[in-house]
Structures are given as structure tokens and as C-alpha cells.
């Protein structure tokens, strides 16, 4: 199962920003147990109808993070997020709007030590009412079809989409400077959410 990601961290420290994670057999991002994971101003997506893209199976979700599992006792996992896009489509043969790309597990006994989502853009039915105030919850962020592009794994924005200028400033001083997007073009007062900057 984990094979597939884009990015696996079990119990350990990420910090990962201006990152676009894309065309995954799984998903685009699995966390697990233990650690301190942040996330700032990422794109995580996967779109299989593209040409030579992986189909993933439609029960496998674009972003995972889960406190323990079935065959190991959980940790203590601090999850932040902020200014990133979930979304994408499941599978090519389902139906793109009855599909989550966000799973959260967490138990009593497990719970997260921390949990911090905001200004994130998340294709989500089962966290809707809980992340609905602080985030954008299934509004597309790529109103034009990815899958039309000439480049399919363009993940730039266009002017219409619901990512810009969403976004909140963030910098953690002395570690990283995120006025830059992940094409090294400057964020301006009002940022965008996801790795990439509109640029008109």
C-alpha cells in the first residue's frame, strides 16, 4: 500500500512547502503515527485521466495522515496545515464529485496532539462541517480541466480559481522564506493558496 505515495512519513519530522506532489499510485502524501508535520503553501493532487498517468484505486486518498492503525499503537502526531491544495480526482472511472482526497484517523486513546488546518483548499464529505470555517472545502481550485492542459501536470493557477488570494502569509523566521512560489515568482499582500502564485 505505502509503496505508491509521494511522500511517506512515519514517526518523524516534515517540514514541506512549495512543493507540488502529482501522479502518485497512491496518494500524494501518508503520515503515520508519531511526529511533527508541517505543511505550507503545497500542491497535493493527482488527476489519472491524464495521459500516462496512474490510475489509483478508488479507495486510496490524495492526502493520509493517520495516528495509529489497526496492527500498531498509535503516537502522538501534531499536524499543520496551512495555504494547501487537496484535491484531485480518485479514479478515472469514478465520478469526480463523490470522491474524498482527505483522511484523518485519530482515537480516543490516540488522539492528535495537535491538529491545525487552515487557509487550505480539501475535496472532503466526511470533514466538510468540521473544516468548513477556516478553509475552502470542495470548490475546484483548477476550474480549467487539467487534463486539457498542454502540459497535464501544470498545476499553476488560472485567474479564476478559488486559490487566489486566499491564502495567508506565513514564514517561520530563520528557517524558510516563502515569498518565492515553487516557479521562484514573488507572493504578493494577498497570497495564494497552494505551491504556485497566480501570475496575470
Do not use: H
Amino acid at each position: 500500500m505505502l509503496s505508491g505515495f509521494g511522500l511517506i512519513g512515519v514517526n518523524t519530522d516534515i517540514l514541506m512547502y512549495n512543493t507540488l506532489v502529482t501522479n502518485c499510485t497512491s496518494g500524494s502524501v501518508y503520515n503515520l503515527l508519531d511526529g511533527n508535520y508541517v505543511y505550507i503553501n503545497n500542491t497535493f493532487t493527482n488527476y489519472p485521466n491524464a495521459p500516462a498517468a496512474f490510475n489509483r484505486e478508488k479507495d486510496i486518498k490524495t492526502f493520509y495522515a493517520a495516528t495509529t492503525t489497526d496492527d500498531i499503537e498509535g503516537g502522538n502526531m501534531v499536524l499543520y496545515m496551512k495555504n494547501n491544495i487537496i484535491y484531485g480526482e480518485n479514479s478515472a472511472t469514478e465520478p469526480e464529485d463523490n470522491l474524498d482526497e482527505l483522511v484523518l484517523v485519530a482515537t480516543d486513546n490516540f488522539p492528535f496532539a495537535e491538529l491545525t488546518m487552515l487557509n487550505n483548499i480539501i475535496k472532503t464529505n466526511e470533514f466538510d462541517s468540521l473544516f468548513t470555517d477556516l478553509n475552502i472545502i470542495n470548490v475546484n481550485p483548477f476550474p480549467v480541466d487539467v487534463n486539457s492542459r498542454p502540459d497535464k501536470y501544470d498545476f499553476s493557477l488560472e485567474e479564476n480559481s478559488s486559490a487566489v488570494d486566499a491564502g495567508f502569509p506565513e514564514d517561520i523566521p530563520g528557517i524558510i522564506d516563502l515569498s518565492q512560489d515553487l516557479a521562484g515568482n514573488y507572493r504578493d499582500a494577498f497570497w495564494d493558496i497552494g505551491a504556485y502564485e497566480f501570475v496575470p
